[in-house]
């Protein structure tokens, strides 16, 4: 508005591409950072897509950590502002993993992606570049099951930790799988019980959260 | 005209039953078990505008040493259930427990994976609230039932043999009717 005496939030203007497009932003959109890791690193930056005024770079994935590190020293990205897991559900390379860098320096936001194999899916770590990246990759190691090499502490985040799957991958039931987690004791000490639903499905408690049980000694 | 005025250096004679019950039902503490949006709810029913110190229980005990009435506002996950139920069992007996909102009563909108559909798969609970959320008055309307069953209930007579009640001491005119209508020719004594 332009009544307002001042902008204390700083007006964003649209980009060149799409000047119609009322989404496209022109701090999505990088050219110099992109260009200078087509640059840098050459066959390692896969494809580089621009959709409504936003960057978004496919790399490969054993070579993200020296990329993030480049743009984080010498482009300003310090700061990681997210990073998930994406189930793309084909064939080949399943699992994706963005990154959402931020550069307070120059007002820029860039995103990357990595892809992995379904078989084994292994991204090496960014904890050690991006702290912010610990939890976010103990989330994606949690919903995806997508494994970062590297990482030191990698637990689950949201699920208990001796659950068995990872409940956003698209092959899971929104449901649940039945009798997977347990309910507590109907008594302190007693056995773990099920919801009717799992009961419904002959499930049994298979496992005990009391630390004293002989059960438990995996 | 005040009671000490009407009765000069008299007495009252009452039911010990009777004497326990009022104390209890008007002095319930409260646990609040906050897990979702109904928690915000439930702090409205505290604080002054609703001032549930009206109905003595405006003392919320964040020990479950010294709360004896836990009020489940929000939904409930399969993870948090272990930590809830070991908060239940922490609690000195008697308790008793209010299912606040949609989730807690059934899982609400939560139809997933993580969410248990309704506290009730393993807490024992004595009224459930409908609503997303409820109003605060819903709650104070779920405490005055839980008054109203505890002054129902017996709570030293109880004792007398063992948990088997006496014979002919079913209150007249008692409030704890049977699904079909009828007084219950016998009180479940709580185990
Ligand atoms: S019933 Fe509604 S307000 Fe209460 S926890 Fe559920 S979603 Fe939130």
Redesign the pocket.
């Known amino acids: 508005m332009s009544s307002l005496p001042f902008d204390f939030t700083p007006v964003d203007t649209p980009g060149p591409q799409t000047p119609d497009n009322p989404h496209a932003k022109a701090t999505t959109n990088c050219p110099d950072a992109v260009s200078a890791l087509q640059e840098q690193f050459g066959d390692a930056v896969r494809e580089v897509v621009e959709y409504a005024n936003e960057h978004t770079v496919l790399v490969e994935r054993d070579r993200i950590v020296e990329i993030a590190e480049y743009l984080k020293a010498n482009h300003g990205f310090t700061y990681l502002v997210d990073l998930g897991g994406i189930d793309r559900f084909t064939e080949e390379e399943r699992f994706e993993v963005f990154y959402n860098l931020v550069s307070i320096t120059t007002r820029k936001r860039l995103r990357l992606k990595v892809r992995t194999e379904e078989e084994d899916p292994v991204v090496p770590t960014l904890s050690r570049t991006y702290r912010s990246a610990n939890w976010y990759e103990r989330e994606a190691w949690d919903m995806m099951g997508i494994r970062f090499e590297g990482h030191e502490d990698l637990r689950r985040m949201f699920m208990p930790e001796d659950f068995e799957y990872h409940p956003q991958r698209k092959e899971f039931p929104l449901l649940g799988i039945p009798g997977s987690l347990p309910l507590p004791a109907q008594r302190p000490g007693g056995e773990l019980t099920m919801d009717p639903f799992a009961a419904a499905h002959g499930s049994k408690p298979i496992k005990s959260y009391e630390e004293t049980s002989d059960t438990d000694d995996a | 005209m005040p009671l000490e005025q009407s009765l000069g250096e008299g007495f009252l004679t009452t039911r010990v039953d009777a004497v326990v019950n009022w104390a209890r039902s008007n002095s319930l503490m409260p646990m609040p078990m906050g897990l ?3 928690a915000i709810e439930m702090m409205a029913f505290a604080a002054p505008k609703y001032d549930v110190a009206r109905f003595g229980s405006e003392a919320m005990r964040f020990s479950p040493r010294q709360a004896d009435l836990m009020i489940v506002a ?2 409930c996950s399969y993870k948090m259930a272990h930590a809830v139920r070991r908060i239940w069992d922490q609690m000195a007996d008697p308790k008793w427990c209010i299912a606040m ?3 807690a009563s059934t899982g ?2 939560h139809r997933c994976y993580g969410v248990i559909q309704g506290i009730d798969n393993f807490l024992p609970v004595d009224v459930y609230i409908p609503g ?2 409820p109003r605060p008055e819903a709650v104070i309307h779920a405490l005055m039932d839980i008054q109203e069953k505890i002054r129902n209930d017996y709570s030293v007579a109880q004792d007398y043999q063992s948990g088997q009640l006496p014979e002919g001491r079913l209150p007249q005119g008692s409030h704890v009717v049977t699904p079909a209508g009828d007084a219950p020719s016998k009180l479940v004594v709580h185990p």
Do not use: K, L, Y
């Open positions: 979702a949006c109904c929000g939904w909102g949609a989730c609400g909108m997303c959320p």
